[in-house]
């Protein structure tokens, strides 16, 4: 179902060729969520074989946090996630915290820290991560089938059967962990969303998120020559329930504007909206500028850079029809509210995002109403399950996309395990 040429099977992390063993479990996607599945359920007692088209498997750990891997958020709760179904990342989010998360990675001795509003990072590198990662497979007896693409997935029988480059592979359950369609470069694929729509659940229309967001030619050429300016805002768009707010940074782009607070803001934005900027920070900018025009002598421009910077004041200027170079207490009243207005309501619409070759996540996905909060097993079919990215959750920026990925997957590790272990006795007591 890759839709890739097929290729042989590489040996990979601790795999062993191709055979007709039939595993307890088969988890497709050896990132973040399908290598934690995978050790959850291993260390419990499953038979696990864990696939991977990739050879170089988990670049997005590997890429995350400008290579440190922002791996979690000490503050992670349902409210730092969309979905069509705010409540479903409650349950999972619950039984599997980021104390957790460290728990596992001070058992490896990972050091970390807080960069940013409970942001972590590793110490060192977000190999270590990956390593730990590798190391809980290995803990589990996990088997591997990396540089192997998936044809098609079957059933025979209540088992699931997966044709692949390296040959059959049998499993009594399926994770499907194959993350969104963000940043192909790296192996994205819609893998995850075909096998949900073969098996009659329901997707969640998909679009890029955590992206920066694009403006027309002519209608940023005044703010083009601003490209590597940055400055702290409070950031909105929407309405109601979809409304978004961030005070994040915001990074002038020669396209348009990207940064945290534009990631951000991106996952709440939609095609033809608006966005309001304060460049003030919540302070009233009219009343600032004309407690300042009763003493200053300063020009416009330079009194502008004591609260942004001065690439950007000039800019301001010349956009609002002001003369940079005029002193402010020449400047009338009127003038000035009407500049403070501007500066604490910048109004602007995108024409799109830098899409998913830009784009951190995925939002939408396999529709929740579909699989089961508590273990993330599909309802309609006993033994498939889906977490992670492809799952329609999706977190702020800053370390909450690899909490969900963490919680969705040790819930579906210890469904599988107990759901191996019922079948077991059921066996037991049927003899």
Known sequence: MSGN????????IGSQPSGQRRFDVAVLGAGAAGMMCAAVAGQQGASVVLVDHATRIAEKIRISGGGRCNFTN????????LSANPHFSRSALARYTPQDF???????GIGWHEKHRGQLFCNDSAEDVIEMLKAECGAGGVQWRTGCTVESVGRAGDDFVLDTSAGPVRAGALVVASGGLSIPKIGATDLGYRIARQFGLRIVETRPALVPLTFHGDDWKP??????????????TGAGREAGAFREDLLWTHRGLSGPAVLQISSYWKPGAALTVDLFGGEDAAEWLLARKVDSRKQLANLLAARMPARLADAWCEASGLDATRPVHDLPDKALRRLGEALNRWRLVPSGTEGYRKAEVTLGGVDTRDLSSA???ARAVPGLYFIGEVVDVTGWLGGYNFQWAWASAVAAGQAVAENRRAVADRGVDGR
């Open 5 to 12: 040429a097929r290729q042989p099977a590489q040996s990979g």
């Open 74 to 81: 000490l503050h992670a709760g349902p409210g730092n996630y």
């Open 102 to 108: 460290l728990a596992l990675m001070r058992r490896h």
């Open 223 to 236: 703010f083009a020559p601003l490209a590597g300016v940055s400055m702290e805002v409070d950031i909105a």
């Open 375 to 377: 273990t993330m097993m």
